[in-house]
């Protein structure tokens, strides 16, 4: 019974219609806030569901890009961005701590729906990145099997018509 109870608020909590591309923006600064690195996140949806603004809420939460410096890495394949996390837990106005260093927010963002060949896939060079924790966002990644040592969450999003769309998550 547990269980039964379990995996009804599973399926009702773990999704979420948003109306807006700025309601998808918001939803993925408020995941965000929840994401520790190392992670992979992986994010399926046909074409035009919302993959790359998810994706501008996830990196502004991150701490490590503004929203609108978050643009679609279909043609290059990669976009990484470092910001320096403003958010020190307590008040961070002055910011100079000399003895604690800012903790840098690195965010890889591919997109693998123009690569045809695992020969291509392969030369990315996504494997490297596991090297250091960083939070990795993919688009498309189902096409290719990734080697990844890093915990995953996936989203999948579905486009439900006009501005609505719906964000599950795994
Ligand atoms: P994908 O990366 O999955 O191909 P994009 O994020 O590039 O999708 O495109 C989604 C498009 O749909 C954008 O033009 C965005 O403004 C629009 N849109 C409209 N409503 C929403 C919504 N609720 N969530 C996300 N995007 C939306
Ligand atoms: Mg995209």
Redesign the pocket.
């Known amino acids: 019974m547990a269980e039964e109870t379990q995996g009804r608020i599973a399926s009702e909590t773990n999704s979420v219609v948003?109306?807006?591309?700025e309601?998808?923006i918001a939803w993925g600064r408020e995941f965000a806030r929840g994401l520790a690195a190392p992670l992979l996140v992986l994010l399926t949806?046909?074409?035009?569901?919302?993959?790359?603004?998810?994706t501008k809420g996830i990196v502004a939460g991150l701490g490590a890009a503004d929203e609108e410096d978050v643009t679609?890495p279909t043609f290059t394949l990669v976009h990484v961005y470092e910001g320096e996390r403003s958010h020190t837990g307590a008040g961070a106005s002055g910011s100079n701590g000399a003895n604690a260093a800012p903790a840098k927010s690195v965010v890889y963002h591919g997109d693998l729906y123009r690569i045809e060949s695992f020969h291509d896939f392969e030369t990315l060079g996504l494997e490297d990145a596991f090297a250091k924790p960083a939070v990795m966002i993919l688009?498309w990644s189902e096409k290719f099997p990734l080697q990844a040592p890093w915990p995953q969450v996936r989203l999948r999003?579905e486009h439900l018509g006009g501005?609505?769309?719906r964000i599950t998550i795994g």
């Open positions: 948003t109306r807006s591309a309601e998808t949806g046909d074409l035009g569901s919302g993959k790359t603004t998810l679609s688009e999003l501005d609505s769309r």
